[in-house]
């Protein structure tokens, strides 16, 4: 079918990718629409000066705002909190739906089809965070109820689905495609990535929030289609998905850009006493080669292998979800959730599995020291791959772990420490703590986080060694050998399966072990994976 306009709104990754399958059509006319000005002129001007016979026309701001609020950054929604308020509580109407931002595009550009590619989850569900609200609440009961009213996603969500609804059916769109998110990457609540997020029971608030916005989503964007004369599909990819390069780069995480920290002092942990931290932060940024993917999140190599193991995340190409989304375009597809809700999802491929090996490659061709892990898994994942890295470089093979004495293997590892390492490790919020119970720790940590009590105490100490602390004393790494040669000899015992061989075959689960690989299959064993 020819659709001669067209809305793009999110032009990231995936955005991209479905944008260069949209071009191959050949439409008149192609609006790009992204949270600011400049992302959406510079994908403007790029495919403009590749396809002069389609114009291209750049437009910016928040789609889940009114029109007149489009321009207001998601961390400043505070500032116009009376006007965000009086929008989303009342009484839903055609003129508070005319004034939606997503109706004024519909409105001015009348496009055939829209292709909704932004991740509505993270952007609405990641202010979620009850512990703030009961602390302004004790503060502030009033500024407490502001602050709810305006991080609400529900209220947004359902303008907005409402709104879509009425831009369709008064402005002739002939179709609405949305790609969207499971919130988990198709894994069930004991995964053990938090998405850069700090977890305070299982999942973190954040990560909890973006689930709980995805299915609200989700359900009202069924029934949507459910309504007569309306074409709506619903594309989620139930994996990791794609990349867009491997280059070094300054790390980032949600913080923003890490400062170095450079190697503290050590002192002595005492119970009863509060954690003090050192003043080590740099004028230089934590730089290594990293794969730049979704959410504009980079990952070290060792993280990505760990994400995208078997029975972990594993992966699909972001050319793969955009061939859905033009199976959707064109005809129907059997992976539009709204079918099928479940047995719909896009599962793990072989190529995105190939995709390591890719990306692996291209990381061989950069120069770094060590470069672990960047924190983008959540703290507690980094920590674990430190501690892995520590005892493979000490000790690179399974069967030296088998004849190691613990005390020979615990002094070894504690000496193969080097400032290098160290001021990464600090750099990124991770503390680390050494068999004699000293500490390297920068100016902050992401556990203890900076609203909880730094007071030492047997308990906390145990928490915050366990989450987010490099733990380098003898009975972590001690619990660390038992895994790594229990995984070894699991994958063994299997090895004769025809099924499970052709499973280990593709995962390096060998007497040269890949930490990443091992804490992947460890991961599975704990039934912290994939369903099957």
């Not at 139930?238 to 503290?264: C, Q």
């Not at 050998?481 to 499973?503: G, T």
Request: with cysteine; aromatic share 10%; glycine share 6%.
């Amino acid at each position: 079918m020819k659709y001669n306009t067209i809305l793009l709104i999110g032009s990231g990754q995936i955005g991209k990718a479905i944008l260069n399958k949209i071009v191959l059509n050949n439409p008149k006319k192609i609006i790009i629409h992204n949270l600011t000005e400049k992302e959406s002129t510079l994908v403007c001007n790029k495919y403009s000066s590749k396809y002069p016979d389609i114009k291209f026309i750049s437009s910016f701001g928040n789609i889940f705002m009114p029109y007149i609020l489009k321009d207001l950054n998601n961390k400043n929604l505070y500032s116009k909190s009376e006007d965000i308020i009086e929008y989303f509580y009342k009484e839903i109407n055609n003129d508070v739906l005319e004034n939606s931002t997503i109706v004024t595009l519909i409105r001015k550009y009348k496009p055939d089809v829209i292709v909704d590619a932004i991740n509505t989850a993270t952007v609405l569900g990641n202010p979620y965070n009850p512990e703030s609200i009961l602390k302004i609440l004790n503060d502030n009961p009033i500024e407490c109820s502001k602050k709810i009213m305006v991080d609400d996603y529900t209220t947004k969500i359902i303008n907005f689905v409402y709104s879509l609804k009425y831009g369709l059916q008064n402005y002739n769109v002939k179709k609405y495609i949305k790609v969207s998110t499971t919130g988990l990457g198709g894994m069930g609540l004991d995964m053990p990535y938090t998405h850069g997020d700090n977890p305070k029971f299982n999942l973190s608030n954040a990560l909890m929030g973006k689930i709980a916005a995805s299915g609200v989503l989700h359900q009202l964007l069924w029934n949507l289609e459910h309504t007569k004369g309306l074409d709506i599909s619903l594309i989620i990819p139930g994996t990791f998905v794609g990349y867009d390069s491997v280059l070094n780069e300054a790390i980032e995480t949600d913080k923003g850009l890490l400062y170095k920290r450079k190697k503290p002092e050590q002192y002595n942990l005492v119970l009863g006493k509060e954690l003090k931290y050192n003043q080590t932060i740099t004028k230089d940024y934590l730089s290594f080669p990293v794969v730049r993917a979704g959410e504009n999140h980079v990952y070290s190599q060792l993280e990505l292998e760990t994400l995208t193991a078997i029975g972990q995340m594993e992966g699909i190409t972001k050319e793969e979800v955009a061939n859905k989304v033009m199976e959707c375009l064109e005809k129907s597809s059997n992976n539009d959730i709204l079918s099928s809700l479940d047995n719909a999802m896009l599962k793990p491929s072989y190529l995105g599995r190939e995709m390591l090996l890719e990306i692996n490659n291209q990381f061989s061709n950069l120069k770094s020291k060590y470069g672990i892990a960047t924190g983008n898994l959540g703290v507690k994942t980094s920590k674990q791959l430190y501690e892995l890295f520590l005892i493979k470089k000490s000790y690179p093979l399974i069967t030296d772990l088998k004849k190691v004495k613990i005390d020979t293997l615990v002094e070894k590892v504690n000496n193969s420490l080097d400032n290098d390492l160290i001021e990464e490790i600090i750099t990124l919020g991770i503390p680390i703590i050494n068999n004699k119970n000293e500490i390297y720790i920068g100016d902050y940590s992401l556990i203890p986080s900076a609203d909880e009590s730094k007071i030492i105490t047997k308990t906390k100490l145990k928490n915050w060694t366990d989450i987010g602390w490099v733990d380098l004393r003898k009975e972590n790494l001690d619990k660390w050998i038992k895994i790594l040669i229990d995984v070894y000899e699991n994958a063994n015992k299997i090895s004769m399966d025809f099924d499970k061989s052709i499973y280990l075959n593709c995962q390096k689960i060998n007497n040269d072990y890949n930490i990443a690989e091992y804490l992947a299959y460890y991961n599975n064993l704990k039934n912290k994976g994939r369903k099957k």
